[in-house]
């Protein structure tokens, strides 16, 4: 299992690529990420990012109808979006080279 | 509470009936710790919409409310608060601005009902004899209007801050509520016994049209706030 601290920093860049991949709503976000390995991810988890993410302007939302009655939220990534999760990328791999030359190195 | 809002909450009142009774304490007591948040009436309906959305779905699936959300509710809800924008100066003016416009509207209204004056007014008035319109305001009345007020912003503020407190820490807190109701009550007999001296007094009609704009000052702010 990821640690909650490594998850921290990783995660809205995770999620603004699961967005970018289609619109989506909270729930199939984080069945989604699951699916790629990121256990005990709820929907609970990343309620908050998304609000924040919306706040940032990273993300645009519009409510449709869901079968259960209450509308629900879809998110699909704007702009700002696209260009912060391409930073996160180029920022992830930065990191995991120098990570990985660091380990290969000491074995 | 502007019409947006007004909406919103009218349409999530008609979803809460939807939450099993399993997960209604859970719910009630997140949206009654949202409320009690800095942050806008909008956001706060928004924000218990999409919970609404989260819940209604999970028992539809047949899951528990633990698998969405976690087990930490109060956590969670923190989380959201500080995802969102907090409340500017001008919105929290304008809250305390309308509340207490409401609390002096109501309280005033109370008083003028209640008052010596009016009584012996209806009496003569039913009598026919002659009649005074005017209504004496004591420092007492003025005393317990504005204790009031504070006492009951402060056991609003107090019930939604601990919302989640566990069931030993909400015992302690109504004892603790019991002394501070206890301690105002008899703050309010001592106002009654020295708070006798008329500081002014006032037509009843001028009294009933300042409760009247003080009412509309409210309901003016809250489509502001």
New interface residues.
Partial sequence: MISSQMLKGTLEGCILKVISQNETYGYEISERLRSYGFAEISEGTIYPLLLRLEKNGLVITQYKQSPVGPKRKYYSLSEKGREEMEAFYCDWRELTEAVNRLFEQEV | MNKRVRELNR?NNE?DA?VEEKNQEIFTNMVCYLRGASISPYDQEM?R??L???I??A??RGEELQ????ENYQA?CD??I????PQTTKQKVIDLLDTVCACLAILGLINIIMSHETITLIKNLVNGQPVSLEIAITLGDILAAGLIIVFAVLLVKSVMKNAFREEASVKRGMIKAGIAGAGAMAAFLLLKYIGKKIIFTVNILVALAIVLGLFVMHKILERLS
Avoid at chain 2, 67 to 70: L, M
């Fill in positions: 349409l979803l939807k924000v919409h999409d609404l959305e989260m209604l779905s028992q539809e698998t969405v959300i976690g969670f989380n959201i500080a995802s969102l924008p």
